[in-house]
Each structure stands twice: as structure tokens, then as C-alpha cells.
């Protein structure tokens, strides 16, 4: 399969789902919905932009390149499915903070990067910009850690 089409695919499968969480985001209060809208707008602009671009340029030759594989590693496909798969069934069980760092070491380490101190310290500057954005400018709350409930 052409790389463009690879890339249609990936940029309408992007538009689509931004498109559904759209709809699921109309329930939300007038002060939530405007983070959320405008996340999803921006990948819906982006993944459109992407779309177009695949129709610009110059076009396949009459003898065309060897088709490449969809997934370029199968098994970083399946390691990062699996981890985004166990995060949404722990975010709930488990807490956002505690989820998300979970998370974040098992599909690095899944994908083989072992540098600690450069993991350890994005963990903690995501969480920490997460936790002012959310919890300390916009006061809303997300989903309570585990031993909150004891």
C-alpha cells in the first residue's frame, strides 16, 4: 500500500475520533467544554491539513516503489496498544497521578528507552504542569487517587 494512503488513513481515523469526542464533550458545563473544543478542533485542523497534503506533490512514478508495511514495528504497535489499553482500565481504579505514572514507565520501558533520570523527570514535569493547569487554574478535578477513598 502507497504511503499516502497510509496517511489519509491515519489523518481521517484522527478527524473521525476527534470528531466523536466532540460530540461527547456537548454534555459538559459552558467552562469545561472550551479545553476540550479546543484540543480537538486543533487535531481536526491538523489532521485535514495532513489529509490535503497527501493529494499535493509530486505523484507515484509508473513503477512504483515496494509497498511498505503498515505498522514499521509490529511489537511497539502492540506494546504501546496494550499500555494505553491498561491506562484506561486503571485511570479509574487506581487515580490519575498513579495511572499516569504507571503509564508513562511501562511504555517506556516497553518501547526500550532506559534512561531513568530523563523518564523520571518528564514524569514529574507533566504531572506537575498537569496538576497547576487543572487542579490549580482551573479547579477541576480529576480522577482521586486510590488511597484517597480510605
Known amino acids: 500500500m502507497d504511503k499516502r494512503i497510509h496517511e489519509r488513513i491515519m489523518a481521517a481515523v484522527i478527524f473521525g475520533t476527534a470528531l466523536f469526542l466532540i460530540t461527547l464533550c456537548r454534555s459538559f458545563p459552558a467552562d469545561s467544554k472550551i479545553f476540550p473544543y479546543a484540543v480537538l478542533g486543533l487535531m481536526m485542523v491538523l489532521s485535514a491539513a495532513i489529509f490535503i497534503r497527501t493529494f499535493i506533490g509530486p505523484r507515484a512514478s509508473k513503477k512504483a516503489p515496494p509497498a511498505e508495511p503498515f505498522f514499521e514495528n509490529r ?9 494505553i489499553f491498561g491506562y484506561i482500565v486503571l485511570l479509574p481504579l487506581l487515580g490519575f497521578f498513579t495511572s499516569s505514572t504507571l503509564f508513562f514507565i511501562s511504555l517506556t520501558l516497553a518501547l526500550g528507552y532506559r534512561e531513568w533520570k530523563k523518564i523520571l523527570l518528564t514524569i514529574s514535569l507533566f504531572l506537575g504542569f498537569v496538576y497547576f ?4 487554574l482551573f479547579e477541576r478535578p480529576i480522577p482521586p487517587e486510590f488511597f484517597q477513598n480510605f
Open 133 to 136: 493547569v487543572f487542579i490549580g
Open 75 to 83: 511489537a511497539n504497535f502492540w506494546a504501546a496498544f496494550g499500555a
